[in-house]
DNA sequence: ATGGACCTTCCCATCGTGGGAAGGTCAAGG
DNA sequence: CCTTGACCTTCCCACGATGGGAAGGTCCAT
């Protein structure tokens, strides 16, 4: 199979597969006489992988880790759930983070009229020195 | 004023400060006979204008639409609050997204033992072809 | 043999920020 | 007057993850 195929298999986009070839996240393809990339079904499942992870938010660092625990027949189960828990603490602070602004934006735009008039409580807050 | 002296201000690097300058989102600065730039307190004001619509999430794009409304005394706070309101619902996109991200990794690290097993829920959902 | 669909590598862009090098300027103190 | 250190200048590189596209090679079907 070729990387197009692989890609339409996978979910992941031919460019990003070499792309997590070039930095060693994927190991290097097999290569035909001419040196085109080919994929079987051990490598689907790597990428399928890979694409799943990105979906639940992990960063290409933390899927490097993940992959290694994932072929590690030794593993522990709570290696893994370790990177999930610290994975849902990092998304919980972002959304908090993005909580606050969204609570001042809307107390802020709750206070603009948003007519044809100049006056405007965003504005206003924004040039605040203190604000 | 010099720039660095305007960064701890205004709360802008002075790295940032020239970044803004050279894509345009603020006017060139003055300049002493060395080359040194100089600012003003109206210089501050934006500078303060900028890092407050930044900390709400502003993208550069849209601080420079708030930028022109703010020294536009013929504005509508109509469109200052469209803007704001825009940039409230891609907040609660993003929001709303990273929300599912959670729903789904806690659902998933309920499920995983967390022992010295090797046999993990995560890695049995991660490795799933359907998803 | 030719055309089209595929593949290759390589470079550039995004977005906002920081790091750092190489060199110029300025002010204070010896 | 000279040195020292803190500042300033421009320029390039890096991040993270992805897409776009150019220039050129390959493969297969007509």
Chains 1, 2 share one sequence.
Not at 7 to 13: D, L, M, Q
Not at 88 to 100: F, G, S
Not at 102 to 127: E, F, N, Q
């Amino acid at each position: 199979m070729n990387i197009g195929a692989a890609a339409k298999a996978s979910g992941v986009s031919a460019k990003m597969i070499r792309y997590y070839e070039s930095i060693g996240l994927i190991g290097q393809a097999h290569r035909t006489e001419a040196g085109y990339r080919t994929y079987g079904q051990d490598d689907l499942r790597t990428l399928g992988f890979i694409r799943h992870s990105r979906e639940l938010g992990f960063s290409l660092a933390e899927v490097t880790r993940l992959l290694a625990l994932w072929r590690d027949d030794d593993r522990a189960s709570a290696d893994v759930k370790k990177l999930a828990m610290a994975h849902i603490e990092e998304i919980d602070r972002k959304i908090a983070h993005m909580a606050a602004m969204r609570d001042t934006l809307v107390k802020l735009a709750d206070c603009c009229h948003g007519d044809g008039h100049p006056d405007c409580s965003i504005l206003d807050a924004l040039s605040q020195s203190a604000g």
